[in-house]
């Protein structure tokens, strides 16, 4: 069974340009995560999403950051415009289903360097 | 607030010594405590999940501890294919995973 799906694997941008990124989860799980991996730190959560609503985007920054998730399935995480902090591994993950302790399985991550 | 904080931040052990990782934490309503291990380059792979204090869980060299307070993660005889950064995840009474920083284990031939 392939899991977890993401692509870019790296991708290297000058401040101010736009990036994206792309997660297609393990299928038949309908709940996919979007965190951030600072260097020496633990994943920290961006996004969630049940099927196609996000559910919990309290941690994303809305003034650059914005994330779909057309048709329940692959989702897009976008940056714009991207800043020197953004430097970071961006992971997607998926689980299940939602409002439970399901394990969330991740994907390789994109890691973003910004100059 | 949530927290989970993990110990040591980097271990060294000669192939065969074995040790333990620490993972203390304090949160709202714990839903589960998950280890994850994660090489460098790669995505965290699932290790194991402790749902209530005295559960213990095992998988090959790794034993994984709760108590109200604390997990551990015991590896006996560990191998040089061991060497990962292992972290530790609550879930919260909203079922959002909080992680801490990681300890970096490095195994030694």
């Known amino acids: 069974e392939a899991g977890v799906v993401q692509s870019p694997r790296y991708k290297i941008i000058e401040k101010k340009q736009p990036v994206a990124f792309w997660c297609n989860p393990i299928s038949g799980h309908n709940t996919l995560y979007w965190y951030r991996q600072n260097l020496g730190q633990g994943p920290e959560l961006l996004i969630r999403y049940e099927n196609e609503e996000a559910v919990d985007d309290s941690q994303l920054p809305k003034d650059r950051f914005s994330a779909e998730r057309l048709k329940g399935v692959d989702s897009t995480l976008k940056i714009q415009p991207a800043e020197l902090g953004d430097s970071a591994v961006y992971l997607c993950a998926s689980s299940l289903v939602a409002g439970n302790t399901d394990t969330q399985y991740f994907g390789p991550g994109t890691r973003l360097t910004v100059l | 607030e949530d927290q989970v904080t993990q110990s040591p931040e980097a271990l060294r052990l000669q192939e065969g010594e074995s040790s333990s990782l620490n993972c203390s934490y304090t949160v709202s309503g714990l839903r589960g405590l998950f280890w994850y291990r994660q090489d460098p380059g790669k995505g965290p792979e699932f290790l194991f999940t402790l749902y209530s204090a005295g559960e213990e869980k095992e998988k090959e060299r790794l034993k994984a501890t709760l108590t109200k307070k604390e997990s551990f993660l015991h590896i006996t005889a560990p191998k040089p294919e061991d060497s990962a950064t292992y972290l530790c995840?609550?879930?919260?009474?909203?079922?959002?995973?909080?992680f801490g920083s990681g300890t970096r284990l490095l195994v030694r031939p």
């Open positions: 995840a609550v879930m919260d009474s909203s079922y959002k995973l909080i």
